[in-house]
Every structure is written in C-alpha cells, then in structure tokens.
C-alpha cells in the first residue's frame, strides 16, 4: 500500500515549457486535490475533485488543469509554465465525506527558469 | 481573500510547557476544522480535527478548541516535546463542498530541550 505517489520528486523547467506532474492513490479514495506550497502563503489549493470524470477549480486555478478518469489518477498540467509557478506541489486524496484529513504525497518541487 | 488565517509565523516553546498555536477564519459556512503538521521535505499529516457542533475535541497531549461566535480555533499541545518541531496548519471546509480544503498560512513550531 503506496499511498498517495507523486512524479517526479524535482524538475526544472523553462518558462513556458509544459509539463505534467503525476499522482496517483492505491486508497480507491474519491477525493483528489492539487495544492501548492510558498513562503507566507501556506497550501493553496489549485484543482480537486471528488470523483473520476468530475473537477472544480481551487483557489489558484490559473496556468493549470487537470483531468481525473480514473479513480487512482490525478495529473496536474502546466501547459506554459511562467516563474510565478515555481513551487512545491502536494497531491492528496481521501475517502468521500468521511471526516479525517486528506493524506497528502512527498510533494514535486518544481523550479521554472 | 485569505479565508483561514494564522497570523503568527513562527512561535518558540521550552520543551514541557504548552504550545498553543491560533487560527482565524472568516467564513461562518465553515462546518469542519482540521490541524496538520509538516516536517521538512514531507507532505502534511493530519493531526486532529473538530467539527463545528462542538467546541473541544482532544487526542492525547493535543486540544483543539473551537470559538464559534469568535470564529477563531486554536491547537494546544501539552507538554510540548522536541520532535513536535514542525510547521502547523490550520484547515477549514464547508459540508457542501467537502473535496475542497482550505489552508492557513501556517505556524513553524520550534519546541526547545
């Protein structure tokens, strides 16, 4: 039992390169969410989604999109990655509405020059 | 709009005493509240919860207090101990939108021996 895994674990892009950062859960859990990590702003998050076909946006949904079909995956897209994406990028997923916390991955720390 | 705050950065505790770390929030739809922890390099992990019918909730040497009407919740940790030196954050959700977590800024914990 994996967890939540999350590839890579670092990248350095170009501005305005793409790229997609993987995760995936072994958990059958409904619930994904994207979030990303920088000093003073604590986790915000991007993109979630509460089951395979279904998304909404997050609070900082702008340069990203995502895709969920199936229930094990969700990779997160930066289709032209600026240097305001430079960040840690946490995955997590939960069991529907049962009410623990989200178990987040290792995180990608993605550095775009 | 920053809708879970914890406006103290960083708070220093002699090992032994309390650690209480506080958190803001402004949305009165809020129903669930969650503390996790981060250790550098590693994802969060949940810590403890509280739903907003109640207004304590405690597990082991962690508390965590609700003030409804002051909209304002707090974590105390006793006796705080070295390897609870991490950074703390605070998360609110709403019951109708139970995939979406919001994140406080975060509270680094530096517990002293």
């Known amino acids: 039992n994996a967890g939540v895994t999350q590839t890579p674990k670092f990248q350095v892009l170009k501005t305005g390169q793409s790229m997609t950062l993987q995760c995936a859960q072994d958990?059958?859990?409904?619930?994904m969410s994207w979030y990303r990590q920088d000093p003073g702003m604590g986790l915000r998050l991007i993109h979630y989604?509460?089951?395979?076909?279904?998304?909404d946006q997050g609070e900082v949904p702008n340069g990203y999109n995502v895709s969920r079909s199936t229930t094990e995956d969700f990779p997160l897209r930066l289709l032209s990655a600026a240097p305001s994406q430079t960040s840690v990028y946490f995955c997590?997923?939960?069991?529907?509405?049962?009410?623990?916390?989200?178990?987040f991955g290792s995180g990608t720390r993605l550095t775009i020059v | 709009d920053q809708q879970v705050k914890q406006n103290s950065p960083s708070l220093s505790v002699q090992e032994g005493r309390i650690s209480i770390l506080n958190c803001d929030y402004t949305?009165?739809?809020?129903?669930?509240f969650l503390w996790y922890k981060k250790y550098p390099a590693e994802g969060p992990t949940f810590l403890i919860s509280?739903?907003?019918?109640?207004d304590k909730n405690e597990d082991g040497r962690f508390t965590v207090f609700l003030n409804k009407s002051a909209k304002h919740l707090s974590l105390h940790i006793v006796p705080s101990q070295p390897g609870d030196s991490a950074v703390y954050f605070c998360?609110?959700?709403?019951?109708?939108?139970?995939?979406?977590?919001?994140f406080g800024q975060g509270t680094e914990l530096s517990v002293k021996p």
């Open positions: 997590a997923s939960k069991r529907g509405q049962i009410n623990y916390g989200y178990t």
């Open positions: 958990m059958n859990h409904e619930y």
């Open positions: 989604s509460v089951g395979a076909g279904i998304t």
């Open positions: 949305n009165s739809m809020f129903d669930y």
């Open positions: 509280i739903s907003s019918i109640k």
């Open positions: 998360a609110a959700r709403r019951d109708n939108q139970g995939g979406k977590l919001i």
